[in-house]
């Protein structure tokens, strides 16, 4: 897992480091220093720490004019124990919310388990983000993660989409993407 970096290629348009608006401002990264784990397996030292013990992020995109960001995640995602979809909520896309990001990216092929608990944390995100003619997608969440997602019914809240070549993209791209496959589907 210690070799699985974030999605660097965007880094010439946007950092969270460089941003004054996440929660991640000023921070700085070591090449070398390997310090969080999930489990007992070392993860790259560029991924963020938000204050879950299994799932780190990395803003890859905000754009405040548009009112979107590009999350990637990696690790577990356990509510069931840890409750990381209020943490997810509060320590990281409310302080976007709060800046004006309404739809939210998150990419997943790194989230290796799914584990659900509650539903109310995901349905008061949906409703506040759809009132502001908003959204929430997961783009490649793999396949064993996806059940439990499914299982719960958080697909209601949470859209789920493939779209395995989004690397080759640039950010406003899969944006577009995303809002006119919404669109089809809603109109």
Known sequence: MHLLEPFYNWRHLYTAE???KTPFYGRTYSEFEFSQTVYNYYIHPQWDDFGSRT???KILFADYFANYAIIELIGEWNDAIENDIMTLRRELTDHLFAAGIT???LIAENVLNFHSSDREYYQEWYEEVTDENGW???LNMPVQSQQ???KTKLHRYVEL???PQWRTYKPELIY???QEMLSKRLG
């Open 55 to 57: 799932l780190y992020c």
């Open 136 to 138: 929430i997608m997961m």
């Open 103 to 105: 739809r939210f990216i």
């Open 148 to 150: 439990d997602f499914i």
């Open 176 to 178: 577009q993407q995303l």
């Open 18 to 20: 460089a941003d004054e």
């Open 161 to 163: 989409v493939d779209m």
